[in-house]
Nanobody
């Protein structure tokens, strides 16, 4: 099963930006639809963004226009560019493959 490792989280002020990365351990990454999920304290995990193997994207309404998902299949890497961050974006962010593999998560905290 492919292993996923997220990075790029941290503390940022409202209105700021972060870019998350998710590196896959296998080149089979290119064949998967990939997802970004997030889970805030006390809340259910929610789907944030999707990107298919050919680059078609979809977003949750709450992040549309602010977040951009992309992938570099040559580097087995998934990205999430997050702009205009809000305190309600605070959560642990996870990447996931269409085969069901999850990363360990990276914390994003938006606070002044």
């Amino acid at each position: 099963q492919v292993q996923l490792v997220e990075s790029g989280g941290g503390l940022v002020q409202p209105g700021g930006s972060l870019r998350l990365s998710c590196v896959a351990s296998e080149s089979s990454f290119s064949a998967y639809t990939m997802y970004w999920f997030r889970q805030a304290p006390g809340k259910q995990r929610e789907l944030v963004a999707t990107i298919t193997m050919v680059g078609t994207t979809a977003y949750a309404d709450s992040v549309k226009g602010r977040f951009t998902v992309s992938r570099d299949n040559a580097k087995n890497t998934l990205y999430l560019q997050m702009n205009s961050l809000k305190p309600e974006d605070t959560a642990v962010y996870y990447c996931r493959t269409s085969q069901g593999s999850w990363g360990q998560g990276t914390q994003v905290t938006v606070s002044s």
